[in-house]
């Protein structure tokens, strides 16, 4: 889809009430690449749309909360969509035993999310670092 073929897309106008042609085409591209993933975050999300579309949309602070404040809105109106994002908060897990001298150490809150049944399966603990060196 490129912009000289949005006016095809109305409908996206009226229902998430996105106005200017380059909106309308961000979130027609979001709701595409939505339908390809079963889980996401917003981070995951952005990168995506920045490497499928450099010429496009520029890997800045602006056009993350561009791209937020469009997603916002289609997550509001559209229920199916809200429940492919994952918001992690950092949690301490604490195991039901029986493994309690394993633990599971991971960079990021979104890869512990994307490990949960893994780690309820196999009762282990998991601790998110962020951005700490050890």
Known sequence: MTIENIEELGFIRDQYNVK????????WRILQTVKRYSLLTVRQLFYILVSRFPKDYPATR???????RYLSKIRRVN??????????TRQFVIPPLPYPRIEIWV????IRSFLGRLIAKYRLSCQ???????
């Open 128 to 134: 998110v670092l962020r951005g700490s060196r050890l």
């Open 20 to 27: 200017g042609r380059g909106n309308v085409l961000l979130v």
């Open 62 to 68: 602006a056009f993350y909360k561009r791209m937020n």
């Open 107 to 110: 960079e990021k809150d979104s």
């Open 79 to 88: 229920p199916a969509v809200h429940e492919k994002f994952i918001d992690p």
